[in-house]
């Protein structure tokens, strides 16, 4: 029996709070895992895109992932999908999930974890691109520390001032307004042109960046990139589809991943002056980290629903 678990059911079962100590955890196990990662992606003859993760492993979870997603800019939601949770014992089918729901949390919640790494101290917090994946790094950056202050831009005006409303702050009328007023700015848009450049970045800034997340998206400028302590989730990844790939910059470019600094093997910010920006592409294993620990909740407290595809 295959349990199918929804998006209610698996946000009655996930807490940003959990996720995040999950996520950490990942960074540093990643590394051992005896299988890599790939990220497969593909133009359609339709006005989208789809893509394929896997196999998402973890050192100690006896299970692995595969995700299929389709991406559709002008569809809400953009993203849908599906994550098969399978048994590494006889590849069972142990769980389908809501990809769309799964992708957000762990990609929000790891740039969370990211962005608190990484960005000083100051209390103003932008966001550009009020989306699903801005809404959990707001949600996972909360419980990691407090912001006085939040500003928000979006390219719809109304989903900009609801965001705002929700989360205590106020709209702003354009990327390079949330810039000079935030002193940690959160990206997550479908951009094709850079929305910020180092000119607009101010000194000590921090960026996180996720929208660059397949190639011809590109959110920060080259000249941005250079300039800062730049952070990836996987130095060729980032290079091949990333934020690295749209500015023409090298894996070299990438200072450190965000598993260095995890590890404390790259110390990150050195200066107060520092302008750092974290740039992830997201990983198959993050995937399984949330799908297994929803998929274990969810059989405790009996959420979801049982079925026998091989029926």
């Not at 349990?3 to 960074?27: H, Q």
């Not at 359609?44 to 196999?55: D, E, N, V």
């Not at 005006?157 to 702050?169: K, L, N, Q, S, V």
């Not at 091949?240 to 404390?264: E, K, M, Y």
């Amino acid at each position: 029996m295959t349990l199918v678990l929804t998006r209610s059911d698996l946000e009655a079962v996930l807490t940003p709070e959990a996720c995040l100590e999950l996520l950490r955890d990942g960074f540093v196990r990643a590394r051992d895992a005896a299988v890599a990662g790939q990220r497969v992606r593909t133009d359609l003859p339709f006005p989208g895109t789809a893509t394929a993760l896997i196999p998402g492993v973890l050192p100690g979870i006896d299970a692995y992932t595969v995700k299929v997603n389709a991406k559709f800019p002008g569809a809400r939601p953009a993203l849908r999908g599906v994550i098969c949770l399978h048994s590494g014992r006889d590849g069972e089918l142990l769980a389908l999930l809501d990809s769309a729901t799964v992708t957000a949390w762990r990609t929000g919640l790891a740039a969370a974890l990211g962005t608190h790494v990484l960005a000083g101290p100051g209390d103003v917090l932008g966001v550009i691109g009020a989306g699903a994946q801005a809404e959990l790094m707001v949600r996972g950056l909360a419980a990691l520390r407090p912001h006085r202050t939040l500003v928000v831009h979006d390219t719809d005006d109304e989903r900009a001032a609801a965001f705002a409303a929700r989360h205590g702050g106020r709209p702003a009328a354009s990327a390079r307004e949330v810039a000079a007023t935030a002193d940690t700015v959160l990206l997550a848009t479908w951009a094709r042109e850079p929305l910020l450049r180092l000119a607009d970045a101010r000194e000590g800034g921090h960026f996180t960046s996720l929208g660059a997340d397949e190639p011809g998206k590109q959110e920060l400028s080259a000249d941005l990139l250079r300039a800062a302590v730049l952070v990836v989730d996987d130095r060729e990844l980032a290079a091949h589809t990333g934020a690295l790939s749209a500015a023409g910059l090298p894996a070299t470019a990438a200072d450190a991943t965000l598993a260095d600094i995890l590890r404390g093997d790259h110390p990150g910010r050195v200066s107060p002056d520092d302008r750092t920006v974290y740039a992830p592409v997201g990983l198959p294993w993050q995937d399984l980290a949330l799908s297994w620990a929803a998929y274990r909740a969810a059989e405790r407290v009996g959420v979801g629903r049982r079925v026998d595809l091989l029926a």
